[in-house]
């Protein structure tokens, strides 16, 4: 679990192919001395396990549908990408709920500045929009952001001077893929309203079971 606040920027030293996925090699700084072989990371949001570590560059296996389903299939040698540490208990929750899974690539449709501040415009898979909601909460690359703007299928954010020097943001450009995960509590609240929509009959109880044998 994570909160979608930002501790480093790294930068993506080598994605290696292997057999069913790709090896990745992060540089992470001084973040990395802080890191064993089994933690758990969430890179540009998507959340890795730490294979190895040489000094200041740790490795993550990428499965074939992480690849698929992230920006890691387009990625290169040279990305800078957002690093954080899995929330530890008593530690503030300074953003909102992130799980780590990536729900879809969304692309940058503009990055401009007003004033000191920057809108970044998203657009969103259309199978994630229903999750998407005003002054709602989104992840973007693993931070943790909020919608100030919805249209036409692309979420516009209000990007403050700090978090514009203190991620990968200042580094995108139009048409740039970026990970999304959707708020976790708004596919919770689909779930239960998808299933106070199932016909009591229907539904599975003890009684429907022992009718059925077992």
Request: proline share 3%; charged share 20%.
């Amino acid at each position: 679990m994570f909160t979608g606040i930002i501790e480093a920027v790294g930068r993506i030293e080598a994605i290696e192919s292997v057999e069913g996925g790709a090896r990745l090699r992060v540089h992470a700084g001084s973040l990395a001395e802080t890191l064993h072989v089994a933690s758990s990371i969430a890179v540009n949001g998507c959340c890795l396990t730490v294979v190895a570590l040489d000094g200041q560059v740790f490795s993550a296996d990428l499965s074939g549908e992480t690849l698929r389903r992230t920006s890691f299939g387009e990625s290169k040698a040279g990305s800078r990408v957002n690093l954080e540490r899995p929330l530890r208990a008593g530690q503030e929750l300074g953003g909102h709920f992130v799980q780590g899974h990536v729900d879809g690539v969304g692309r940058v449709t503009r990055l401009d500045a007003e004033g000191a501040n920057w809108w970044l415009g998203v657009r969103v898979p259309p199978e994630l929009a229903r999750y998407v909601a005003m002054k709602g909460s989104i992840a973007i690359d693993g931070i943790s952001l909020t919608v100030a703007g919805w249209h036409d299928g692309v979420v516009e954010i209000a990007i403050i001077p700090f978090t514009y020097a203190q991620t990968d943001i200042r580094g995108l450009a139009v048409g740039d893929p970026v990970n999304l995960e959707c708020d976790i509590l708004a596919k919770y609240v689909e779930r239960m309203m998808q299933s106070e929509s199932v016909p009591a009959a229907s539904r599975l109880t003890i009684a429907r079971l022992k009718e059925e044998g077992f």
